[in-house]
């Protein structure tokens, strides 16, 4: 199944990065701002992080960059923002199946409720028509679960092309590719060309949305490195703790929970030459 392969994909990428990388040295009991800065950071593995991190750039230069700011410049606005709804309708029945294990009925029965509306009178899922009335989407996905269950982030990871990421978050994306209902279809060349087609849409309808916040801390970041990770961990809290709104001020979607459904500004901002 596409869906079961790319969790396990995820689970060789974590691997790999935590066997290739040594960790970062932890200052002496003599140092007590350092040691608190290497506490605080979480970054154990952080020469590793920042080398997988300068080559996510190369690549995100020269390869998804340019993809994004083509899909901008040649797909109308309102068919970005219809396959952006798609995505999160996608998504509704992983995001429903969080809600349900962290105990939230009412979160739940908004996501049933998007889902239902969406899904018939959105036209599957191309209008979003419970944001319409007042129901607005919201992302959920098992690291966020674990999270609640009391499970602890480990150490921060960076991993090239998806990003900012943990050992717990890393595990959650596994396992929510394996209980997407989408994965349950078997095997086949059109059920791979859906799944590899629904990836592929996830990754440049997300580096679209990022094209301003990726370029802003470009040009005003004297590390981004610690800028995307320090904006990573603060979104991510805000996002267990379903402040949604509050995560969006501090940090860049894109990182988890692609395809959220969250409906597009209606205009974005003029870009800045990083």
Do not use: K
């Amino acid at each position: 199944m596409f869906q079961t392969r790319s969790g396990l994909a995820l689970a060789t990428m974590l691997a790999a990065v935590l066997l290739a990388g040594g960790c970062a040295t932890r200052p002496g009991e003599d140092d007590p701002e350092g040691l608190a800065e290497f506490r605080e950071n979480n970054d154990g593995f952080e020469p590793t992080n920042r080398a997988l991190f300068a080559a996510h750039e190369a690549a995100d230069r020269n390869v998804l960059q340019p993809v994004a700011e083509a899909y901008r410049d040649v797909v109308p606005q309102g068919i970005r923002i219809a396959v952006r709804n798609i995505l999160g309708n996608l998504r509704a029945p992983v995001i429903l199946a969080n809600d349900l294990l962290q105990g939230n009925v009412t979160r739940a029965r908004e996501t049933l409720g998007r889902f239902m509306v969406n899904s018939t009178i959105g036209v599957g899922g191309i209008i979003d028509a419970a944001d319409f009335w007042g129901v607005r989407g919201h992302s959920e996905d098992f690291g966020q679960t674990l999270a609640v269950w009391g499970v602890g982030e480990g150490h921060y990871i960076f991993v090239p092309l998806l990003g900012p990421s943990n050992p717990r978050d890393l595990v959650g994306q596994g396992v929510d590719f394996v209980i997407n209902p989408l994965s349950w279809f078997g095997q086949g060349i059109l059920v791979d060309a859906a799944g590899w087609t629904q990836l592929g849409l996830t990754v440049v309808d997300t580096r679209e949305a990022l094209l301003e916040p990726i370029d802003q801390v470009r040009a005003t970041s004297l590390d981004p490195y610690s800028t995307l990770r320090s904006a990573y961990r603060q979104r991510r809290g805000y996002e267990i703790r379903n402040e949604e709104d509050r995560g969006r001020i501090v940090g860049p979607s894109g990182v988890t929970g692609f395809g959220q459904g969250v409906t597009q500004p209606a205009a974005p901002p003029a870009r800045s030459e990083p």
